[in-house]
C-alpha cells in the first residue's frame, strides 16, 4: 500500500475522516479538570432508567434537577431504580471524591454515571450532563434531537473556591425573575457566588423592616442623569430603554425604581442554595449611601446629602446614631442571608464632611490621626459587630488604605493600585480578585474581550503560589448598571465573557482555541435559554479602509448561521437590508455598514467600514535618522489628546518601542511620539492602536486610527497606503487617571497583527 491509501485505510477504520476533535465532541465550558475521550455513545430514551443511591436522600435535588432536565428530552421522568441496569444512569455517593464541588462523570455506551460526595459536586456533574447533551434539552417540546451524549471519563474539581458574578441592581433594577435567570446562567457555568450590591447613591434595593423609608423613599428616584444617557442611547438601541416595569406615576412624575421585600430575597435565596450558589449582600458604606440619606438625613456629618468632587456625602462616623443604624440594619441582613460573608463596600468615601466637633473629639478619644484613621475605625466596628453575629466582613480594597484587620475579606478592584493585592495579602487577608482592568464587564465589551477575561491570570502580580494557595480565594466579574437599564443589556454585557471567567477559575489552564471551539456550540443553547448574548464578531476587515484602485469587502463569520446584512447609504442595516455577499466590490470611497443577525433575531453590533481612496504616500528622506521615537510627555489632565498641544512638556526622552516612558507615568498624563516609520515594502497597511484612555495615529500626516478620548481598553483600527521608506508618524496618548494602556500592531495583506518592529521607529 502507498503511504496515502494508508493513510485512507486508516481513517476508514478508525472513522477519524469525520471525527470531531475533543473541543468538538466534548463542548464543556468551563472544560473539566481532566477529560478522557472514550469511543461511542450513550442514548437516553424513555426506558432509560435511574439508579438513586443507597445512602437515602443524599442526591434527592440533585435527582430531581436531572429529571427536570431530561423531561424535556423524554417527556416523562425516567422510572427510578434501586440498581444500575443496563442502559441505566446511576447518581453514586463516593466518599472518596474529596474535593469541594468535585464529581466524577463516566459515560460509557451503555451506562452512565455521576459520582460526587457532596450535593454541590453533584450538581456540577449535573450540569456537565446537561453540556454534553443536545441544546434542544434547554426547552420542553424543543427536542427533536436524539439524547445521545459522546462516551467519556472526566474525573473533575474547582481550580477556585470562590468563583463569582456580580450585579449592581442599585444603578438599575433587576427584579426577581431576572436575577433567577442569572442565576441559571451561573449554574450552568459552575459559578458559585452571586454578589448582589443592593444599595448605593441611586437606590435603595432591600426592605428593611426597622426603617421602611430606605424602600419608600431610597428605592424610588426621578430620571437621574444615567438615566436620560440611558434614554438618549435607546433612540439607536431598543436595549437601552428603561424597562417600563421599573416605572411608576407619584404626584405627577415619573419615578424610577423597585425593591426586593425580605421574602422575595428569600426565594433568590432558595433559587441559589438548590443550585449550589451563595448569595452575598453589598450594603455599601460609608460612602455611596445617598439613597439612605435621603430616607434618614441624620446619617450625615453636616446634614447635607450631595456630591463631594468626586464621591457623594458618606454617613458620619463619629455619631453613635450612626452605628446604632447600621447595626439594625445589619442586623436584619445578617439574620436574612445564610452566606458566611457580608459586604459592606468600604470603597470611595469623601471624608470631606468628616470635620464636625464630634469627629475631633472621637479622633482624640481613640488616638486617631486623620480621616483615613477614622474610615478605619468605622470598617473595624462595622467588621466586630458582624463578627457578634457569626458574619465575615468583605470590603473592596480601599478600606486598605487606613489599616484594617486580618480577619477582613478584600476585594480588589483598582487596577491602577497594583501593590494592593499584595498588601492585603501580607496583611493576612483573604482577597478576591476584580480587578476593573478585565473583570469589570461594565466596560464595553469588543473583538479582544474575550481573549482578554480568557488571559486573565488570577494570581496578582508579586504574590508567590505559596502565598496565593492560603489567601486567594477566586475571582469574579462585576456588572455596574449606570450604563446597564434593561434585562437584555445585561445579557449582552456578560454573555459571552462570563464563559471565559467561568473557565479561568474552575479549570485555570489556557486553552484558548479549544475554548473558542466548544463555545461556538454554546450559543445555539443561550439562544434557546432567550439569553441575548452579544453576538461573536465579524472579522475580516478594518473599520477605516483604504483602497487605491478597487478592492472587495470580504466578511469573515464567527459562526455558519449568521446572516449579514448590509447598507451604503448611511443607514443602520435592519432585517430587511440586502444580504451581504462573498466578495462586495469597492470602486470608488464609500461607507458601507454591516450587521450580523442570528436566526433567532438577536442583532449584533452595526460595523461601519468607511472606504477611502489613496494614492500612495511617498517616502520622505531624512539624514542618517537615529534609532526609536521621541517621546515628549506632560504631566496633566487631557480629555483629548489634541489638548497636549496648548500644555508646556515636562521632558522628553527616545523610545525603542511604542511605550509609555516611566517618566510620564503620573496618574493623569500625556505623550507625545514622533519620527518616522521605515515600512520595508509598498502596500496597504492595517493598524491596531489599542488605548486606555485614548490616542491617535498620524502617517504621512494622514489619520489613519482615531482612538481619542477618555475610554477603557478599546481596539481601533485604520489602514494607510504607503510607499516604501520612511514615513512621518504622530502617535499621541492620553491617560485620564485609573491605570493605563497602550499597544500599536499592524498587519499588511491580511496577516496576522503584529508588533511594528522595533528598526522601523527612526528619528
Ligand atoms: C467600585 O467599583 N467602586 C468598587
Same mark, same amino acid.
Given at each position: 500500500m502507498t503511504r496515502f491509501l494508508w493513510l485512507i485505510f486508516l481513517l476508514l477504520i478508525t472513522g477519524t475522516a469525520t471525527a470531531q476533535t475533543a473541543p468538538e465532541r466534548y463542548p464543556l465550558i468551563p472544560y473539566p479538570a481532566s477529560l478522557t475521550p472514550a469511543t461511542g455513545t450513550f442514548t437516553i430514551t424513555k426506558a432509560t432508567q435511574l439508579a438513586l443511591p443507597k445512602e437515602g436522600k443524599h442526591f434527592e435535588k440533585e435527582a430531581e434537577q436531572l429529571q427536570a432536565l431530561l423531561r424535556n428530552g423524554v417527556g416523562a421522568p425516567l422510572k427510578t431504580t434501586k440498581k444500575l441496569v443496563a442502559n441505566g444512569i446511576e447518581l453514586r455517593y463516593d466518599a472518596s471524591i474529596m474535593a469541594p464541588e468535585g464529581y466524577r462523570l463516566t459515560i460509557t455506551p451503555q451506562q452512565m454515571t455521576l459520582a460526587a460526595k457532596e450535593p454541590a459536586g453533584m450538581f456540577r456533574a449535573v450540569q456537565t450532563v446537561r453540556q454534553l447533551l443536545p441544546a434542544t434539552i434547554e426547552k420542553a417540546g424543543k427536542s427533536a434531537a436524539p439524547m445521545t451524549l459522546p462516551a467519556v471519563q472526566i474525573e473533575d474539581q474547582p481550580a477556585y473556591a470562590w468563583r463569582g458574578m456580580h450585579l449592581d441592581v442599585s444603578r438599575h433594577f433587576f427584579d426577581v425573575a431576572y436575577i433567577k435567570k442569572y442565576m441559571d446562567l451561573l449554574a450552568l457555568y459552575k459559578f458559585n457566588k452571586l454578589h448582589l450590591h443592593l444599595t448605593d447613591d441611586q437606590g435603595w434595593r432591600l426592605e428593611i423592616k426597622k426603617y421602611p423609608k430606605l424602600t419608600e423613599v431610597g428605592a424610588w428616584r426621578t430620571f437621574n442623569n444615567q438615566d436620560s444617557a440611558c434614554i438618549k442611547k435607546s433612540k439607536d438601541n431598543p436595549d437601552f430603554a428603561l424597562e417600563p416595569k421599573h416605572l411608576r406615576q407619584r404626584n405627577g412624575q415619573t419615578e424610577y425604581g423597585g425593591f426586593y421585600t425580605q421574602d422575595e430575597m428569600r426565594g433568590i435565596i432558595a433559587y441559589a442554595t438548590a443550585r449550589h450558589i451563595e448569595v452575598i449582600p453589598e450594603i455599601d458604606m460609608p460612602g455611596h449611601m445617598m439613597a439612605a440619606i435621603r430616607a434618614y438625613p441624620f446619617l450625615t456629618c453636616n446634614g447635607k446629602n450631595d456630591w463631594g468632587k468626586l464621591f457623594s456625602t458618606p454617613i458620619c462616623p463619629c455619631n453613635e446614631s450612626t452605628y446604632e443604624f447600621v447595626e439594625n440594619v445589619l442586623k436584619e441582613v445578617a439574620a436574612l &442571608?445564610?452566606?458566611? %460573608?457580608?459586604?459592606?463596600?468600604?470603597?470611595?468615601?469623601?471624608k470631606a464632611s468628616w470635620n464636625t466637633t464630634a469627629c475631633t473629639e472621637l479622633m482624640q478619644k481613640e488616638g486617631i490621626k486623620d480621616v483615613n484613621g477614622l474610615q478605619s475605625y468605622f470598617v473595624r466596628r462595622v467588621e466586630r459587630f458582624l463578627q457578634s453575629k457569626g458574619k465575615k466582613m468583605i470590603g473592596w480594597d480601599d478600606m486598605l488604605e487606613g489599616g484594617i484587620d486580618p480577619s477582613a475579606t478584600v476585594m480588589y478592584w483598582r487596577s491602577w493600585v497594583k501593590d494592593a493585592p499584595a498588601k492585603a495579602i501580607r496583611n493576612g487577608n483573604p482577597l478576591i480578585m476584580t480587578p476593573v482592568s478585565t473583570l469589570y464587564f461594565d466596560n464595553l465589551p469588543d473583538k479582544n474581550s474575550l481573549g482578554k477575561? %480568557?488571559? &486573565?491570570?488570577?494570581?496578582?502580580?508579586?504574590?508567590?503560589?505559596?502565598?496565593?494557595?492560603?489567601?486567594?480565594?477566586?475571582? +469574579?466579574?462585576n456588572l455596574w448598571t449606570e +450604563?446597564?437599564?434593561?434585562?437584555?443589556?445585561?445579557d449582552y454585557m456578560v454573555m459571552p465573557r462570563m464563559t471565559a471567567l467561568a473557565e479561568v477559575v474552575w479549570t485555570n489552564k489556557k486553552q484558548y482555541a479549544s475554548y473558542l471551539t466548544r463555545l461556538r456550540q454554546h450559543y445555539p443553547r443561550l439562544a434557546l435559554l432567550n439569553v441575548h448574548y452579544r453576538v461573536p464578531d465579524l472579522a475580516g476587515f478594518s473599520e477605516e479602509s483604504v483602497f487605491t484602485d478597487k478592492t472587495s469587502l470580504q466578511v469573515e463569520k464567527p459562526l455558519d448561521n449568521l446572516i449579514i446584512r448590509y447598507t451604503t447609504d448611511g443607514s443602520i442595516p435592519t432585517d430587511a437590508s440586502p444580504v451581504l455577499p462573498a466578495a462586495l466590490p469597492i470602486t470608488q470611497p464609500t461607507t458601507v455598514k454591516l450587521v450580523a443577525f442570528t436566526p433567532e433575531g438577536l442583532r449584533g453590533d452595526t460595523y461601519a467600514i468607511r472606504y477611502k481612496q489613496q494614492a500612495y504616500a511617498a517616502p520622505v528622506s531624512a539624514k542618517a535618522p537615529a534609532p526609536g521615537l521621541t517621546a515628549t510627555y506632560f504631566t496633566g489632565y487631557f480629555k483629548k489628546s489634541a489638548l497636549m498641544q496648548q500644555a508646556k512638556a515636562n521632558g522628553s526622552t527616545t523610545v525603542t518601542s511604542v511605550q509609555v516612558p516611566k517618566q510620564a507615568e503620573a496618574d493623569q498624563f500625556g505623550v507625545q511620539f514622533r519620527g518616522y516609520l521605515d515600512v520595508p515594502e509598498t502596500g496597504i497597511y492595517t493598524f491596531y492602536l489599542t488605548c486606555d484612555d485614548g490616542g491617535t495615529l498620524r502617517l504621512a500626516d494622514r489619520i489613519v486610527v482615531d482612538n481619542d478620548g477618555l475610554h477603557s481598553a478599546i481596539e481601533k483600527t485604520g489602514q494607510v497606503a504607503l510607499t516604501k521608506g520612511l514615513h512621518p508618524i504622530a502617535l499621541d496618548f492620553v491617560e485620564g487617571g485609573g491605570g493605563y494602556m497602550l499597544l500599536l500592531k499592524y498587519s499588511k495583506d491580511g496577516s496576522e497583527p503584529q508588533q511594528v518592529p522595533a528598526n522601523w521607529l527612526k528619528h
Open positions: &442571608f445564610p452566606s458566611p %460573608y457580608v459586604h459592606i463596600g468600604a470603597d470611595e468615601v469623601d477575561v %480568557y488571559d &486573565f491570570d488570577v494570581v496578582p502580580a508579586g504574590v508567590d503560589a505559596a502565598q496565593s494557595q492560603k489567601a486567594l480565594l477566586g475571582a +469574579q466579574a +450604563q446597564v437599564p434593561s434585562e437584555n443589556r445585561a
